[in-house]
């Protein structure tokens, strides 16, 4: 079946800092990519998401980009602020779509001043 | 923009209670996913439904039931709850099929059910 591999946290950075949260997938076919962020005590917000094999999505400075032959969707962002601490989830839905959303486990980021 | 509405956001039962979960989607959008997202865990799926019709089924209880409507807003009802059923719950839509689809899903803010 599909799934989702993604490091496991909490990752802690100084404000600034370069940050790179590492994913990689298992799943037939052209899954599209996605990273939600869940801030303190909120829902689910799309962050970014690529569709096919070399697209790279891109958002409020984070950025991933879909690798086919490597399976991964590395989620970086050049420079971190103390606002960016969050979990971070990497997910898919399988080729063909409309199909649930499969999630990795999680990152919590804390982004300390 | 609009985004994807769930009522109630806070919900405390007793156990063995019922509980009715409300979504509306983002208008245009015909289709309902349902998740639940256990302290510390990622969301797993419980149910979808496009058009009106239960589209598919994941590791949701017998207790539980859903169903989508006319104007495709959705309501999940559990009955006989129980402690562990105390989580976050999530509602996500799709926008409706055409050949440049997405099926990219945008979730609702969750509702958190407590079972004392």
């Known amino acids: 079946g599909n799934s989702v591999t993604q490091m496991e946290g909490p990752v802690t950075l100084s404000e600034e800092a370069f940050l790179t949260i590492n994913c990689t997938y298992t799943a037939t076919g052209y899954p599209s990519l996605f990273w939600y962020v869940q801030y303190p005590g909120e829902g689910l917000q799309l962050l970014l998401k690529?569709?096919?094999?070399?697209d790279k999505g891109s958002n409020k400075g984070f950025e991933a980009t879909y690798r086919k032959e490597t399976t991964s969707f590395h989620l970086e962002k050049g420079s971190v602020q103390v606002s960016d601490s969050a979990v971070y989830f990497c997910?898919?839905?399988?080729?063909?779509?409309?199909?649930?959303?499969?999630f990795g486990i999680g990152t919590k980021l804390q982004v300390i001043p | 923009a609009a985004g994807v509405i769930q009522s109630p956001r806070h919900l405390i039962k007793e156990k063995r209670e019922t509980a009715t979960l409300k979504c509306y989607p983002i208008?245009?959008?015909?289709?309902v996913y349902w998740y639940q997202q256990g302290p510390g865990q990622d969301p797993q799926f419980l149910i979808s439904f496009y058009e009106k019709m239960q589209s598919d089924k994941g590791s949701i209880p017998d207790r539980f039931s859903a169903q989508q409507f006319s104007d495709y807003h959705s309501e999940l009802n559990m009955s006989s709850l129980e402690l562990g059923d105390s989580a976050l719950y999530f509602c996500?839509?799709?926008?409706?099929?055409?050949?440049?689809?997405?099926?990219?899903?945008?979730f609702g803010p969750g509702t958190r059910l407590t079972v004392l």
């Open positions: 690529a569709t096919k094999a070399d």
């Open positions: 997910a898919l839905t399988p080729s063909g779509g409309y199909q649930k959303v499969t």
């Open positions: 208008p245009r959008h015909d289709t």
């Open positions: 996500a839509s799709s926008p409706q099929r055409t050949p440049h689809r997405t099926d990219t899903q945008y």
